[in-house]
């Protein structure tokens, strides 16, 4: 940027940027952020179009004014227009009813109910009960390997059982 530039530039912004800011302001509905994002804009047009700038002071404010507005429209009209808006005040934010949660108890206790009954005693010994591997062995009369082997291929069978369900998580 050339030096001549820097000063016309400097110049617009102090003969015409409090107009220009309050104009944009209005039409941008108090959103400050956005006047500030159209403000920027009209300047750098402005500096892209120094022909213009060279003319009588009424008519860059003319032309600056006019460049604001079309910006704010162009906005308006697409998706940018779209975009959150700042505000002090939080949407709603959805309340755990326990609806999945009692859905999700009534899939597994249906998906046990499959299984046999060796399968069912260990899971509920392991998982439900939460008893160590010694402790169910103690509890079901059989070899810690048992319980170990039972409990693995019970929780393939559960997750197979819950899938014909229709549970697709």
Same mark, same amino acid.
């Given at each position: ?5 820097? *000063?016309?530039?400097? =110049? ?5 940027? $409090?107009?220009?800011? &309050? ?12 006047? *500030? ?13 120094? *022909?213009? @700038? !060279?003319?009588? &002071? ?16 162009? !906005?308006? #009209?697409?998706?940018?227009? %779209?975009? !959150?808006?700042?505000? !002090? *005040? ?7 009813? $326990? ?5 999700? %108890?009534? @899939? ?14 260990? @899971? ?20 810690? $390997?048992?319980?170990?082997?039972? =409990?693995?291929?019970?929780? +393939?069978?559960? +997750? ?8 697709? #998580?």
């Amino acid at each position: 940027m050339r030096t001549d530039d820097s *000063q016309l530039l400097r =110049t617009l912004h102090e003969e015409h940027g $409090g107009a220009l800011w &309050s104009y944009v302001v209005g039409l941008t509905n108090g959103d400050r952020a956005q006047a *500030q994002d159209v403000v920027q804009e009209t300047m750098l047009r402005a500096w892209r179009n120094p *022909q213009v @700038l !060279e003319q009588a &002071s009424g008519s860059a404010r003319g032309w600056l004014f006019t460049v604001a507005k079309r910006i704010v429209i162009d !906005e308006w #009209r697409t998706a940018r227009s %779209r975009r !959150e808006r700042v505000t !002090e *005040q939080l949407p709603e934010r959805p309340v755990a009813d $326990g609806v999945d949660r009692t859905l999700d %108890r009534q @899939l597994v206790v249906a998906a046990l109910r499959t299984l046999s009954a060796e399968h069912r005693e260990v @899971l509920v010994e392991c998982y439900f009960r939460g008893a160590s591997v010694a402790e169910a062995s103690v509890s079901l009369g059989v070899p810690a $390997g048992t319980v170990k082997s039972r =409990t693995h291929y019970a929780l +393939r069978a559960l +997750r197979l059982a819950v899938d014909e369900m229709g549970d697709v #998580r």
